[in-house]
């Protein structure tokens, strides 16, 4: 079946890059997506990827997906407090189904001063 | 533009309780959806439809019920509320064709605990 996984936890120093992780299982996804949720809310979508391209630039935002490892990865650069937040990574978009996505577990991370 | 709105925000139940959750929508959406958040295990799916008067079951549907009388809502039915249902509980919707550059839209969420 479908499964996405994810660290759960990433620390880093305000300014510096920070690269979430996440790796898939099915390999017929069309979109993998990255979510934030920020304290008491519900998911946001950050940006997402098309599954025929390697990288995606979206200003401090940069999404790598490695198709034949499952690998997908996503860089914040320079880091700020207001990043702090728990990133889903989510796969799905396939055609003939309910666009369901799968997601990861959530890496929440802590932007320290 | 409200979105996705859910209510209650927060819910204690005793065991044994039912109780539904509310969600609309007001994007005319086609697809909405219910997950659960548990701590260390991401969203799972629960149930979702793919329009008014079709719903289907996700990954854990068991001890739920949902109808989908209207575009607009989707209600989530717990009966016998047990200590395992407690979570955070989202509704989304989505447009009726995977458009990735709006994704899901999900509302903010009702905790729910049951003692």
């Known amino acids: 079946g479908e499964d996405v996984e994810q660290s759960l936890f990433l620390s880093v120093r305000e300014g510096d890059s920070s690269v979430i992780n996440c790796t898939y299982t099915?390999?017929?996804?069309?979109?993998l997506y990255w979510y934030k949720q920020e304290p008491g809310a519900g998911l946001q979508l950050l940006t997402y990827i098309f599954s025929n391209m390697d990288m995606k630039q979206d200003q401090r935002l940069t999404v790598l997906l490695n198709k034949k490892d499952k690998h997908l990865s996503l860089r914040i650069a320079d880091t700020q407090t207001g990043d702090s937040a728990i990133y889903f990574c989510a796969e799905g978009g396939k055609t003939g189904t309910a666009s369901k996505l799968t997601f990861g577990t959530g890496t929440r991370l802590q932007v320290t001063l | 533009n409200a979105g996705v709105t859910q209510t209650p925000k927060f819910r204690i139940l005793k065991i044994g309780q039912s109780m539904t959750l509310q969600c609309t929508q007001d994007?005319?959406?086609?697809?909405m959806y219910w997950y659960r958040q548990d701590p260390g295990m991401g969203l799972k799916l629960i149930y979702y439809s793919v329009g008014a008067g079709i719903t289907d079951k996700g990954e854990v549907p068991n001890g739920y019920n949902v109808s989908r009388s209207t575009t607009e809502d989707f209600p989530l039915r717990l009966e016998l509320a047990a200590p395992s249902q407690t979570s955070v509980y989202f509704c989304?919707?989505?447009?009726?064709?995977?458009?990735?550059?709006?994704?899901?839209?999900f509302g903010s969420g009702t905790r729910l605990t049951v003692v």
């Open positions: 989304a919707s989505s447009r009726l064709r995977t458009a990735p550059n709006y994704g899901y839209t």
């Open positions: 994007m005319n959406h086609n697809y």
């Open positions: 099915d390999s017929s996804s069309t979109y």
